[in-house]
T-cell receptor
Framework: SAVISQKPSRDICQRGTSLTIQCQVD?????MFWYRQQPGQSLTLIAT?????????ESGFVIDKFPISRPNLTFSTLTVSNMSPEDSSIYLC??????????FGAGTRLSVL | KQEVTQIPAALSVPEGENLVLNCSFT??????LQWFRQDPGKGLTSLLL?????REQTSGRLNASLDKSSGRSTLYIAASQPGDSATYLC???????????FGSGTQLTVLP
């Protein structure tokens, strides 16, 4: 397992602004993932972030709206751009440890007014 | 495309009861299956991980089984406690893209 720290834990933002969420892992990992969990829903994968390459986005998610950085093997950021109330969700990062499965950060609870 | 279904969507039981949560998936070509717990507004805590070659895993009062050929997994919770109240999510890791696909969860309430 690993310790995955996510910041901020929650935020309230105004429509039209952007928020950058940070994810820090205490060990080096190849693959990091970003998920969105809308109210009352399960998790949906936004993108996969590998160090040294562009993030791979799932259908329905675009880089202009959710730019991702992965500068090294222990850190990644997700930006939610030009926010609207529909972006109010919990955003979670996770890391994969091969046969050990995936582990998640505590999440960022975002409310957009 | 992998699809994961969890039944029931919600369950309420009195303290002390044994209970079973169900998970089914459509594509049996999986790498592994994980059960997670999520408390309201929080992140996910991994409970049990079953590799595709395994039949079950146990941790304390929790036991998870996997029948890959039929596309089913169960999470058995023995002697339930109010502290077990949470949403339980099943997720399968599969596909050439190596993705984790989640079910919609079972919201468990254990009444004192």
């Amino acid at each position: 397992s690993a310790v995955i720290s996510q910041k901020p834990s929650r935020d309230i933002c105004q429509r039209g602004t952007s928020l950058t969420i940070q994810c820090q892992v205490d060990s080096q990992v190849t693959m990091m993932f970003w998920y969105r969990q809308q109210p009352g829903q399960s998790l949906t994968l936004i993108a996969t972030a590998n160090q040294g390459s562009e993030a791979t986005y799932e259908s329905g998610f675009v880089i202009d709206k959710f730019p991702i950085s992965r500068p090294n093997l222990t850190f990644s950021t997700l930006t939610v751009s030009n926010m609207s109330p529909e972006d109010s969700s919990i955003y979670l990062c996770s890391v994969e440890f091969g046969v050990a499965g995936q582990y998640f950060g505590a999440g960022t609870r975002l409310s957009v007014l | 495309k992998q699809e994961v279904t969890q039944i029931p969507a919600a369950l309420s039981v009195p303290e002390g009861e044994n209970l079973v949560l169900n998970c089914s998936f459509t594509d049996s070509a999986i790498y592994n299956l994980q059960w997670f717990r999520q408390d309201p507004g929080k992140g996910l805590t991994s409970l049990l991980l079953i590799q595709s070659s395994q039949r079950e895993q146990t941790s304390g009062r929790l036991n998870a089984s996997l029948d890959k050929s039929s596309g089913r997994s169960t999470l058995y919770i023995a002697a339930s406690q109010p502290g077990d109240s949470a949403t339980y999510l099943c997720a399968v890791f599969s596909g050439s893209a190596r993705q984790l696909t989640f079910g919609s969860g079972t919201q468990l309430t254990v009444l004192p």
